[in-house]
């Protein structure tokens, strides 16, 4: 049965993270409210995360992955798999767990009216620093982009399958889905979820990337913001 729903799953060198990951999708998965399947990308990880990615596939019939040759970064990761799915609906989740993935069924319900629909972790379980970093880097972006998004960087979202293939992505742009949404004059939401520390594994993002990489990046959708070409046809013979 073709699923309605996919969940993409960047993975970075998260190996200790997966097998718990495995048993909560597996939940999420039984109590999704439409029919979902999840998809893998391996970002060219150097642990042994794609050999846990490829066991977990072979146990698991609604999973399945991909794998690119080297790391690419968050933006990569989702292109590849923005490219890759079939369902309607796309949304992705960090392999860390500090988000929930039942939590994908408080977004759900306003799909049919959003085109982007994104968590807000509203009780961040994460260090002073991170969090300062992160309220620095939303309300410089708010900012530039002027797109009402108080937690852009929320790994928690869907969107609609035909918008996220149409989003021209650069290195940096997981951090503008919602602004690109808009230019492609879509409807996004913002739904309060749950978040929680990191229990294995490192944090990929430091203050340099959660700062200063957002800052120059700010610069590189007001150029493409500028020269963008979004028509619609009106009509044809």
Partial sequence: MKSSFTIIVPVYNEEENLIRLENELVSYVKDALINTSVLFVNDGSTDNSLAFIEDICHRQDT???ISLKQNSGLSTALKAGFDT?????????????????NDFNLLLP??????????????RQDSLIKRLSSKFANGFRKLFTNDGIDDTGCPLKIIHT??????????GLHRFLPA?????????KQVPVKHFPRLAGNSKYSVKNRFF?????????????????????????
Wanted: glycine letters at 6%; a positive charge; hydrophobic letters at 40%.
């Fill in 85 to 101: 799915v079939k369902s309607d609906l796309v949304g992705y989740i960090d392999a860390d767990l500090q988000t929930d993935p």
């Fill in 180 to 188: 690109m949404i808009l230019l492609h004059n879509g409807n996004v």
């Fill in 110 to 123: 306003y799909t049919n009216n959003y085109q982007l629909v994104t968590g807000v972790r509203l009780e």
């Fill in 162 to 171: 035909a918008y996220a293939k149409r989003i021209p992505m650069f290195r």
């Fill in 63 to 65: 999973f399945n992955y």
């Fill in 213 to 237: 990489g957002p800052f120059l990046d700010c610069f590189a959708y007001l150029w493409m913001k500028r020269k963008y070409i979004n028509y619609h046809i009106d009509k044809r013979s």
